[in-house]
């Protein structure tokens, strides 16, 4: 805990003095351009052998990217015109219309959520902090899955309808539809915006809040001038993530008969079409470079930081005062439909698979494989992160930054790109259909969710307690494993945990990546649930969903506790 | 706090050495069962590895009689197209020794491409000639019609459509279920149509067919539940998944059309399922041990029962619903012919934009 009181006193301190320095970073280069090169070589050898690993690790990141774009070339240009003139139009108002709207909904849903727990004296807020975080542990497609059974069109809900006189008319719910699949999407992506904004708030000092109510705003005025600015990186940095999975979705948007560029690469991968592939990947990680670019100016733009002077003060709760019911009410409601409904679908198909034994030697060997690949994915991750993190944080250049940048590409590329790639480049390696491939297939589209957890706590540390072990003689990797490494450990292990949350879960890359005989619970439930053998699809579902919510739990706390 | 930090990280590095440890135990392994030289012939003994494009349950009870029979070990991999697809990655390093394909155009397709290699199975006469290819890699062994399945309650006998070409008709608008332009036998199917049509007609067929449309679904799967529950009046399907939900303990109120019956029509079109022996496969003795076990007939009927499909051997009895090839006008195409216009179908089915639409 010692640690951790130093870190707050240091923090904002700290955080200026990072802007600083990065100014001048950007400064000196342009400035004495014919010393830069020089310059960069300096520095970078420093880091020395870290470099060479955070290089590596930056290559293999790539390399799905660079298989899908060297094949695009070969597809020749009048497929290349075919399919602007055709699919792409389509497929291209599909995916932003989806994927602006569940952003949008979603945002909404998570900051008012956010604040509600943190801010306000909501009844059993603690106890909220963590149930409305919930559904993140829910993979979308088996919420679809879920919902198909209520409100599909064979569905419990449909009987109901048919057999009630009072209720009028045909049923009114088709879930493969627009509406089917921007529901899902939504309520089980929100918790993204939720946590990182509720952490951003709990971050909040009171005293600006203080100033503005003393020269009279109202609360209203005071959470859109002043929380809001501050807010905004962190809604940013959760939007992103939600515009992102929602662009690269397959196992939501295929159970319901939706179409995306991601489904669409899918199908057409499936009808022997590898190149029209690559070209509606070119066009999906162009959409995906593009929502990065937004990102990354509305970053710049927002440059607000918390100054430095002052002790760091918890705002007072809120008072809801009539409001109370109503805020209730809505958190009920997002419980019931995100959380309860589909968790209690998912007990009584489990329960009727569990008379009809499908909890056989099968079905444990699947959560073994799961396990097995989504452990190691998480292993991985925390330590190939570490050094990417650590270069571009201490030793800023345009080589660290690009070693960055490299590492995200596997990232928005949705599953089934990333394991083409993967093919194309281990085929002829002992290495192919070896569950390996799916390990690194889960590192390289997970691997940032490591990274921004590392980063969020190491840029809390002064870069002078390198320079302090540094100057008593350590190189820098010893400075990053024995110094660094002990203090960000939450982040660390946060960012394992997100890996592994979202390894358990994935889907496309696993359905293409496993060697014959090697399924995991994810397949499992893709494979039952496509035939409508729901009593064979719970029982693993909800396993994935236990299994998640242990390490969300141990965040939150450890959140809860800083 | 600080030891326990210390006593955490340690133990997670060993447990990663020996995470690590036991995935390379595995690759060696791997190496050795994917070894070639004959040295090694023995541990290849026990495993054969099948890559399917068919339903998984419907061959599981048949890979795990073969294993009861013959203690060699199964590794399925069982997917949809796609796994065509990773044939054709994996080329010369294949990794299968067997696929098993709901589409005899597909395995032509394969076999044209250098992905297949011929061996002629015990009892190989037993499948008629033009179920099988000409070097004998591929072979059919359960026949598969393409009918439509109607809901009883929903339309009469009398009322439902005759032919393939009445589904263009403006009459069947939003009344009826297609899979996707993508699905293996709705390629083989348009494959057979174009040879009857032509391409021009063909093309104005199936953009009209899509606009018709009320559902269209991935698999067939989809198709026969929802026409089971009324979500839609018909669907065009293969004959058994109607036998499969006549069996169905709800929904069960179907009927079947076999369609083009007239004299002057086509036919029903028909596809088949079968077997091809891959390339370069790992495992090539358990490979012909399986090609040779499949062609006793109480392996043939396994192939064909569980799906509730039909034969193509004569001599082996098909299940019960199921009517006889010979009880109904079948359109002439040659299978083996599918894997020629293979390309040229896609391309046409493209044009038509069916290929990838889903939704309703």
Same mark, same amino acid.
């Given at each position: ?23 001048v ?14 310059h960069?070589?300096?520095?970078n ?8 690993i955070?290089?590596?690790?930056a ?39 989806l ?18 727990v ?9 106890t ?32 109901? +309808?048919?057999?009630?006189a +009072? ?15 921007f ?83 899918y ?41 430095a ?15 109370? +019911?109503?805020?209730i009410?809505?958190l ?9 409904l589909p ?5 009584? +198909? ?23 690949v ?71 589209r ?7 957890a ?65 399924d ?14 729901y009593h064979?699809?719970a ?24 | ?31 050795q ?23 998984? &349950?419907f ?6 009689? /073969? ?12 997917? &949809? ?15 299968a ?48 019609t ?29 009344t009826?279920?297609?899979t ?6 709705m ?26 449309a ?22 065009l ?12 303990p ?13 004299e &002057? ?5 028909v ?16 490979? &012909?041990? /399986? ?11 396994e ?5 509730m ?32 216009v ?19």
């Amino acid at each position: 805990m010692l640690v951790h009181v130093g870190m707050n006193k240091h923090k904002r301190e700290q955080q200026d003095k990072l802007i600083d320095s990065r100014q001048v970073e950007g400064v000196f280069p342009s400035a004495f351009s014919h010393l830069s090169w020089r310059h960069l070589w300096r520095k970078n050898r420093q880091a020395g052998i870290l470099l060479f690993i955070a290089l590596v690790t930056a290559l293999l990141m790539a390399v799905p990217l660079l298989y899908v774009m060297i094949r695009s070339f070969f597809a020749g240009k009048e497929r290349w015109l075919k399919l602007l003139d055709g699919r792409i139009p389509e497929l291209l108002w599909n995916t932003l219309s989806l994927t602006f709207l569940v952003t949008f909904v979603a945002v909404t849903i998570g900051v008012t959520l956010a604040w509600l727990v943190q801010r306000t004296d909501l009844p059993g807020r603690k106890t909220w902090s963590w149930i409305v975080a919930l559904p993140l542990v829910i993979p979308p497609y088996v919420g679809a899955v879920a919902y198909l059974i209520v409100l599909g069109p064979r569905g419990w809900l449909r009987e109901v +309808w048919e057999k009630s006189a +009072w209720l009028p008319g045909d049923y009114p719910f088709d879930m493969y539809t627009f509406w089917g699949i921007f529901f899902v999407l939504t309520m089980f992506t929100y918790p993204y915006v939720y946590l990182i904004v509720s952490a951003a708030m709990r971050r909040m000092n009171r005293n600006y809040e203080e100033v503005a109510r003393s020269q009279g705003m109202n609360m209203w005025q005071v959470f859109w001038k002043v929380n809001m600015p501050l807010l905004r990186p962190a809604i940013g940095a959760g939007a992103i993530l939600i515009a992102l999975y929602v662009v690269s979705d397959f196992g939501a948007i295929a159970m319901l008969r939706y179409m995306t560029f991601t489904s669409a690469i899918y199908y057409q991968m499936g009808s022997y079409d590898n190149l029209s592939a690559t070209v509606l990947s070119v066009v999906l990680v162009a959409l995906t470079l593009i929502i990065l670019w937004i990102e990354a100016r509305v970053h710049r733009k927002g440059g607000y930081s918390q100054s430095a002077t002052g002790a760091y003060n918890r705002p007072d709760p809120v008072p809801l005062g009539k409001w109370k +019911w109503a805020a209730i009410g809505f958190l009920v409601v997002i419980f019931i439909l995100a959380v309860a409904l589909p968790i209690l679908v998912l007990i009584y +198909w489990s329960m009727i698979g569990w008379q009809e034994g499908a909890l056989n030697s099968k079905f444990w060997m699947y959560a073994l494989n799961s396990l097995k690949v989504s452990g190691l994915a998480a292993l991985l991750s925390m330590l190939l992160a570490l050094p990417i993190v650590y270069l571009k944080s201490r030793y800023p250049s345009a080589l660290s930054s690009g070693i960055e940048k490299l590492s995200y590409s596997g990232y928005a590329l949705p599953g089934v790109i990333v394991a083409l790639g993967i093919i194309f480049v281990f085929n002829e390696t002992p290495l192919y259909n070896s569950f390996l491939l799916i390990v690194i297939a889960f590192v390289i589209r997970f691997l940032p969710q490591a990274m921004q957890a590392q980063e969020a706590s190491l840029s809390l540390i002064s870069p002078r307690i390198d320079e302090a072990a540094r100057s008593l003689g350590s190189p820098p990797w010893k400075v990053m494993f024995r110094v660094i490494l002990p203090t960000i450990w939450p982040g660390i292990l946060a960012g394992g945990a997100l890996v592994f949350v979202s390894s358990i879960k994935e889907l496309p890359a696993t359905l293409l990546l496993r060697p014959p005989g090697y399924d995991t619970m994810a397949v499992r439930i893709w494979v039952e649930a496509s035939e409508a053998l729901y009593h064979l699809a719970a029982p693993p579902a909800l396993l994935i969903i236990i299994i998640s919510a242990l390490p969300l739990r141990y965040m939150l706390n450890r959140q809860g506790k800083r | 706090m600080k030891k326990t930090l210390r006593y955490t990280i340690i133990a997670l590095s060993v447990a990663l050495l020996l995470l690590i440890a036991a995935c390379s135990g595995d690759n060696d392994n791997a190496n050795q069962k994917d070894g070639t030289d004959s040295g090694e012939k023995v541990k290849n003994a026990g495993e054969l590895v099948v890559y399917s494009s068919r339903n998984e &349950k419907f061959m599981e009870p048949l890979l795990d009689k /073969f294993k009861e029979d013959t203690g060699i070990e199964v590794k399925l991999l069982s997917g &949809k197209d796609e796994i065509i697809n990773k044939i054709k990655e994996e080329g010369e390093n294949a990794h299968a020794d067997i696929l098993i394909s709901n589409d005899i155009g597909a395995l032509e397709h394969l076999r044209q491409n250098g992905f297949l290699q011929g061996y002629d199975a015990e009892g190989i006469e037993s499948i008629e000639e033009k179920y099988r290819a000409e070097d004998n890699s591929w072979y059919g062994l359960s026949a598969r019609t393409r009918v439509f399945m109607y809901n009883k309650d929903e339309i009469t006998e009398d009322e439902m459509p005759k032919t393939m070409a009445e589904l263009a008709d403006d009459k069947w608008k939003d009344t009826f279920a297609i899979t996707r332009g993508g699905n293996g036998s709705m390629i083989a199917h348009v494959s057979a149509l174009r040879n009857e049509w032509g391409d021009d007609e063909t093309l104005e067929w199936l953009t009209k067919v899509k606009e018709n449309a009320a559902v269209i679904t991935d698999g067939h799967g989809d198709i026969r539940r929802a026409v089971g529950s009324g979500e839609v009046k018909f669907g065009l399907v293969n004959n058994y998944y109607y036998h499969q939900q006549l069996n169905e303990p709800t929904d069960n109120n179907v009927g079947v059309i076999y369609p083009d019956q007239d004299e &002057k029509d086509m036919g029903a079109f028909v596809n088949a399922a079968g077997v091809g022996f891959i390339n370069h496969a790992p495992h090539e003795e358990n490979a &012909k041990a /399986f090609l040779d076990w499949i062609m006793l007939p109480e392996n043939q009927r396994e192939f064909s029962y569980a799906s509730m499909e039909v034969p193509i051997n004569p001599s082996v009895e098909a299940v019960d619903e199921a009517k006889k090839i010979s009880d109904y006008k079948v359109s002439d195409m040659p299978l083996r012919d599918l894997g020629d216009v293979w390309e040229d179908t896609r391309a046409l089915i493209e044009k038509s934009g069916l290929d990838l639409e889903i939704g309703s």
